[in-house]
């Protein structure tokens, strides 16, 4: 009987450690993922039915985490989502107006009103004029997409 005993709580040893050991394979293969949190196993003796002890079991599978890094986490992730979503909306209107590039309306307007002030200096100047509207026609062009 002293033997079976023995060789259950043999039995018993493998098994926890197999499963501790599965743990630790689940720590290594994850290591590389973002987010991922470190597994532990936490081990315990199982409760003897008399005065000898009948081995050990895991109790739980904890996560080693660090619970103040974990509130900032969650408390600056709706911050993050709501920078992420303005950068992608601005990326799009950048997209939209082509800037900054020489192409850009940036400068298209700059050329326009630069033509503006070449007609304040010279009135009469019909080349002025004529630069006038041809920056008005392209920026309109530009407006229009």
């Known amino acids: 009987m002293e033997a079976l005993r023995s060789l259950e709580i043999g039995i018993r040893a493998i098994r926890t450690q197999r499963q501790a050991m599965h743990v630790i394979g689940h720590n290594i293969a994850n290591v590389n993922t973002p987010g991922f949190s470190r597994q532990r196993a936490i081990l315990t003796t199982t409760l003897p039915s008399g005065q000898m002890g009948t081995g050990v079991k895991v109790e739980t599978i904890d996560r080693i985490r660090d619970e103040v890094v974990d509130y900032y986490i969650r408390k600056e992730n709706p911050t993050l989502n709501r920078w992420a979503t303005k950068n992608e909306i601005l990326e799009k209107v950048e997209t939209l107006f082509n800037e900054p590039s020489e192409t850009g309306i940036s400068n298209i307007m700059n050329s326009f009103w630069?033509?503006?002030?070449?007609?304040?200096?010279n009135p009469e100047d019909g080349a002025a004029r004529a630069n006038v509207r041809e920056q008005a026609r392209i920026l309109c062009e530009v407006f229009k997409g």
């Open 114 to 121: 630069d033509s503006w002030q070449d007609l304040a200096n």
